[in-house]
C-alpha cells in the first residue's frame, strides 16, 4: 500500500521522506501567477522565509488553489500498480480539489485508490496519518484497516492555533479592516479552533501573549480528555519564523499534564508550509491532535 497526501498536512521534507510519503503540492498564488514551491525544494526553509517577506508586503496578493486533476493522476500513476491510499485536507473547503479528486477518481478507475477526506485543515490533516501510523507500527495492517482507524480518528481530532497579524485575516475575508486594526494595534492574538470533523476554523477567544494562549489551549486539551475519559493524545504542532518557542513552550506544558494525568502523549513538531500562509499569515502556531479512544 502508498500513501498519497496533500500538502497540507503540514510535515517536513525529512519526515516525509522518512514515511515514504507522495506528496500532492497545493498550489499558491501570488499576483495572479503560480508562485514556485515545492515540499521537497531545495533550502526549503530559506525559500519559505522569502516566501513570507514577501507575504508582508501588503501590495503582494498571495493565495491558493485548489490541486487538479492532472496532479491527482500524476500522483496515482507513480504507484499504478499498487493499492493507494489518498489523504486529503478537508474538501468541502476546497471545491476545486474535490471537483478534481472525483474526475482524476471517475475519468480514471485503472487506479486503485481509496481517498479519504480527512475532515480537517492544517496539522489535523497530518496529526491523523502520524496517529494511524502509530497505532500500526509493528504490523502490517490492510489500507481497510488503515481507513477504519482514519475514520476513527477524524471524530476525534481537533485544531487550534494562535495568530499575531489580524490583517491577513482580513485579507482572506474573515474579519473586517477595523476589527484587524484595532486587534493588531491592542495586541491582541485571536485564537482558532476547529471542531472534529467539519474542517472549519472557528474563533475561540483572544489572548495578550503565547503563555495566556497556550494556558487556554492546555485547559481545553485537558477538558476534552477528560470528557473522553483517554489517556492516550497525539499532537502535531507547525509554526512559522522564529515561533518555534511558543511550541516548545506548549510541549512542555503538555509533558506536565501528561506526567500529572498519565497520559501517553506523542509529540511532534514541524514548520509550516507554503499552502497555509496565505490564510493564516507570517506569523502564527498551530496544533493537530488526536485524542485516542
Known amino acids: 500500500m502508498k500513501i498519497i497526501i496533500d500538502s497540507t498536512c503540514q510535515l517536513e521534507p525529512e519526515r516525509i521522506k522518512e514515511l515514504g510519503l507522495t506528496i500532492i ?17 531545495p533550502n526549503w526553509r530559506e525559500e519559505k522565509e522569502k516566501f513570507i517577506e514577501l507575504m508582508r508586503d501588503k501590495n503582494n496578493k498571495i493565495t491558493t488553489v485548489g490541486a487538479s486533476e492532472a496532479q491527482f493522476v500524476e500522483a496515482f500513476e507513480k504507484h499504478k500498480n499498487e493499492e493507494i491510499l489518498l489523504i486529503t485536507q ?55 484497516e488503515c481507513y477504519a482507524i482514519l475514520e476513527k480518528n477524524c471524530e476525534n ?9 489580524l490583517f491577513y485575516l482580513h485579507r482572506g475575508g474573515r474579519v473586517g479592516l477595523a476589527a484587524a486594526v484595532m486587534g493588531t494595534a491592542m495586541g491582541i492574538m485571536p ?43 497525539t499532537l502535531a504542532m507547525s509554526y512559522v519564523g522564529s515561533h518555534d518557542k511558543e511550541c516548545l513552550y506548549m ?43
Open 191 to 233: 485564537l482558532l479552533s476547529a471542531v472534529p470533523g467539519s474542517g472549519e476554523i472557528k474563533a475561540m477567544g483572544k489572548a495578550r501573549n503565547y503563555k495566556q494562549a497556550c494556558a487556554r489551549f492546555i485547559t481545553t486539551i485537558t477538558e476534552q480528555m477528560e470528557k473522553k475519559n483517554s489517556k492516550k493524545l
Open 251 to 293: 510541549k512542555k506544558l503538555l509533558e506536565n499534564a501528561a506526567e500529572e494525568h498519565g497520559w501517553d502523549l506523542y509529540f511532534e513538531l514541524n514548520y509550516s508550509n507554503f499552502a497555509h500562509m496565505p490564510h493564516l499569515g507570517p506569523d502564527y502556531f498551530e496544533m493537530g491532535y488526536v485524542i485516542g479512544t
Open 90 to 144: 478537508a474538501l468541502r473547503n476546497t471545491q476545486a480539489t474535490a471537483d478534481a479528486l472525483h474526475a482524476a477518481l471517475k475519468n480514471h478507475p485503472e487506479y486503485d485508490v481509496k481517498a479519504f477526506d480527512s475532515r480537517s485543515l492544517v496539522s489535523g490533516v497530518g496529526v491523523q496519518l502520524i496517529a494511524m501510523l502509530n497505532e500500526t507500527k509493528g504490523k502490517n495492517p490492510s489500507r481497510d
Open 25 to 41: 503540492d497545493m498550489p499558491v498564488l501570488m499576483n495572479g501567477e503560480e508562485y514556485p514551491q515545492s515540499w521537497d525544494m
Open 157 to 165: 481530532t481537533h485544531v487550534m492555533g494562535a495568530l499575531y497579524d
